[in-house]
């Protein structure tokens, strides 16, 4: 697949296969293609030649058997301003048929350490505990894809210790991991690959254990 965006190639011709308990991480500078390569991934953009598919389906977030199955941290999440984050989490729950949706939410309060903020009001939160409910918003429904871009950002190093724990888990518990970052040290402690993007090729692709921490 690639990805063009008028003369521009943001993402030049590749071939990438992310089996269900692997960990990819993606690295290099801004402007790389990494985050090209998660909108793509996650059925979010679509590639001007080749295809991507999940599970033998077509990827596109129109469709509801792909939309069910996979979580994505990308941006902020979109909020009603009179709803505090407990309820948030619990729609995103009940939307996906959650079992048990209430105590699911509070376990992902709990992990985010959000729980002294659960009847806040999103515009209150900081910047690291909005990124924490973002993160949560993941975590609380079903995935057996998970696409992160950045998810590090504006965590402290408790957090972000917290945040490679989980993804670890999340590889453990057979989900497919795909996620971009600026941190070495998350790549080395999470990924078992991770590629290396530099104007939008990819330049190298290896084990996670080699990326210098």
Do not use: I
Request: charged share 25%; aromatic share 2%.
């Amino acid at each position: 697949m690639s990805r063009r965006f008028g003369e521009r190639e943001a993402l030049k011709p590749l071939d990438l296969h992310v089996a269900p308990g692997e960990r990819v991480a993606l690295v290099g500078a801004n402007g790389s293609g990494k985050s090209t390569l998660l909108r793509l991934a996650c059925g979010r953009d679509r590639p001007t030649t080749g295809s991507v598919h999940f599970d033998g389906l077509p990827m596109t977030e129109d469709d509801p058997r792909v939309r069910s199955r996979v979580a994505v941290v990308a941006e902020a999440l979109s909020c009603y301003p009179d709803l505090t984050v407990r309820q948030h989490l619990e729609l995103v729950a009940v939307a996906h048929a959650v079992p048990d949706p209430g105590a699911v939410v509070e376990r992902c309060l709990d992990e985010q350490r959000l729980a002294a903020h659960a009847d806040a009001l999103p515009g209150s939160l900081s910047s690291g505990q909005a990124q924490a409910m973002l993160l949560a918003a993941a975590w609380v429904r079903p995935r057996d894809l998970l696409v992160l871009d950045e998810p590090e950002q504006r965590l402290d190093p408790a957090a972000r210790d917290r945040l490679a724990a989980r993804l670890r888990a999340e590889g453990d518990r057979g989900t497919a991991v795909l996620f971009a970052t600026h941190h070495p040290a998350l790549a080395h402690a999470v990924a078992d690959r991770v590629l290396v993007l530099e104007d939008g090729r990819v330049v190298a692709d290896g084990a996670g254990d080699r990326v210098p921490a």
